[in-house]
């Protein structure tokens, strides 16, 4: 059985380039090559279990963020609780004012006064009751009731209904104001700018924590829910979820103080979208 040959040994290369010249460049390649073909190989391996880890790691971030989205999708549909049913506050009711009755004018009968003539001596004739020339009663006006007939009426019916007569006012109705809905779920919900990273950051960065819950090691989540209206603007906030008193003012502060959103869309509209995000309170130090 014919003896096994390592090409790659350099007792090889000797009996190949023996009496020929070896500073030539072949017989130094000739030497060098194991150490290339081991290099190239140990790169190989090394590039290979580097290529492994970034996809065992890229799989495992992918397994992470997805655990951690149905988490927070399952914490926010145990926390949802529907609010819109609240009592609304009774509107007052209109005082109905009593509108003031116009003061109508009386039509005044037209009236004749009768001077009845009777036979008496003449000092106890009076004045008024003397007999007057025509020309006298022309320049008087007490005659036949002459200045009460000039904006009298003779009809006796007419008198009677204007004095009956009453004109009410309706009371004006004040326009009702059309209350905008504010959705609990939309086909693209309100996005923080830089996404929930940077939402995050936010809270980490602008949370006080309470001095009195920090002595008293007061520590838990918060949940709390607010508005945010088709500007993109936070607007009413709650706790719907409570830990403490002054851990739920400061989520609420917090809150409060969120800069704009991108708003909610529905039908490509920009609509009013409830926001439901925990806060979490944790002292540093403590497991």
């Known amino acids: 059985m014919a003896k096994e040959v390592d090409l790659s040994s350099r007792d090889w290369c000797d009996l190949v380039f023996e009496g020929k010249n070896k500073d030539f460049g072949a017989y130094v390649i000739r030497t060098e090559s194991a150490k290339r073909h081991n290099k190239a190989v140990l790169w190989t391996i090394i590039g290979a279990i580097l290529f492994g880890l970034l996809a065992f790691g890229f799989v495992k971030a992918n397994q992470y963020l997805e655990e951690r989205r149905l988490a927070a999708q ?16 009774p509107e007052p009711e209109n005082e109905r ?69 009453v004109v ?12 905008e809905e504010v959705f609990r779920s939309v086909e693209q919900m309100p996005q923080f700018p830089g996404g ?69 869309r529905q039908n490509g509209q920009a609509v009013s979208v409830w926001y439901t995000l925990p806060v979490t309170f944790k002292l540093q130090g403590t497991n």
């Open 74 to 89: 399952g914490e926010q549909e145990e926390v949802l609780i529907d609010m819109s049913q609240e009592a609304e506050e």
């Open 196 to 264: 929930e990273a940077a939402l995050m950051k936010y809270l980490q960065s602008h949370i006080n924590y309470p001095p009195m819950a920090a002595e008293n090691n007061v520590q838990g989540r918060v949940v709390v829910q607010f508005v945010v209206d088709k500007t993109g603007k936070v607007g009413e906030v709650k706790v719907v979820r409570s830990v403490d008193k002054d851990l739920d003012k400061e989520a609420v502060r917090v809150c409060k103080s969120l800069p704009k959103f991108t708003p909610g």
């Open 97 to 165: 004012v009593e509108p003031e009755k116009p003061i109508l004018k009386e039509e005044v009968l037209q009236s004749v006064k009768v001077t009845e003539l009777a036979i008496v001596e003449d000092e106890k004739v009076k004045k008024e009751d003397e007999i007057k020339t025509q020309d006298e009663l022309k320049e008087t006006e007490t005659a036949f009731g002459q200045k009460d007939n000039k904006e009298g009426t003779e009809d006796r019916n007419v008198t009677k209904t204007l004095k009956d007569e």
């Open 168 to 179: 009410v006012e309706k009371p004006v109705e004040k326009p009702k104001e059309v209350k």
